[in-house]
């Protein structure tokens, strides 16, 4: 299995030091040592600063599974590369959309409407499973005590999941849905809520485990290739009455 991570990388390089010292070499690779400890992968990191934005065709073309973290650079991100990444994910690739990633050109493209959402910083956070036996929360306690991350609050303007995995409880009193899957084409979508830069979510046991099951979970069992528009010359009922 082939797995990109992209991250805008932003907050990292400019030395924003509340995300280095959860972070000291960026979330892309916080994310990749998540993704190595997987059996049979290859894992890639990519970044906004880099040619291409790090994914260009033949990296894009060779991957299986796309992780995608952004924040204050979504519209950075040019349209074309959004569109090729489109393609791909209807073709098959999986797409595992982090945090705030809701906001992405990307997310707002495949999934087609706003996202939006309300949030508030530093608030303790409780996941509740609602599908237990989904692959994504094998292995993984129905409840699990996040402790603070950034409070994501409903109304979440999110077309409807195919698959509702995790709901989020907040001390404030607020709730969300943190973890929701679709399907486009034929490729797999999920979308996970942890993961603010200046806390530790990623480091959490739990949130390791989830992460790497949605891979998995995502993970293309074969590709479609384009079917373009092709002109039907004959149909099957002429041949049908010409004895073909």
């Known amino acids: 299995m ?4 992209w991250n805008e990388n932003v907050d990292e390089t400019r030395g924003l030091e509340t995300v280095l010292a959860v972070h000291p070499n960026g979330i892309h690779n916080t994310l990749k040592e998540i993704v190595a400890e997987l059996p049979a992968v290859k894992v890639r990191t990519a970044t906004l600063q880099e040619e291409h934005c790090g994914l260009p065709d033949e990296i894009l073309n060779d991957t299986d599974v796309l992780l995608w973290w952004g924040h204050r650079a979504h519209d950075d991100v040019p349209d074309e590369l959004v569109e090729r990444i489109h393609k791909r994910v ?13 906001y992405s050109k990307l997310a707002q493209r495949i999934l087609g409407t706003t996202l939006d959402l309300s949030w508030r910083d530093d608030v303790y956070e ?50 969300f849905r943190s973890g929701c899957t679709w399907t486009r084409g034929a490729g797999k979508i999920f979308y996970f809520q942890p993961g603010h ?48």
Not at 2 to 5: D, S, W
């Open 126 to 175: 409780r996941l509740f499973c609602v599908a237990p036996g989904h692959p994504i929360a094998k292995g993984v306690p129905s409840v699990i005590e996040l402790g603070i991350d950034e409070c994501y609050t409903e109304p979440f303007d999110i077309p409807a999941p195919d698959e509702l995995i995790y709901i989020a409880w907040y001390e404030s009193g607020n709730v």
């Open 197 to 244: 830069e200046t806390n530790r979510s990623y480091l959490h046991p739990d949130i390791r485990r989830i992460i790497q099951n949605a891979c998995e979970w995502a993970a293309p069992t074969s590709w479609v290739e384009p079917i373009g528009v092709p002109h039907i010359d004959e149909t099957l009922e002429s041949k049908r009455l010409r004895g073909q």
């Open 90 to 102: 209807l073709r098959g690739m999986g797409l595992i959309l982090l945090h705030s990633a809701h």
């Open 2 to 5: 082939n797995i990109t991570i």
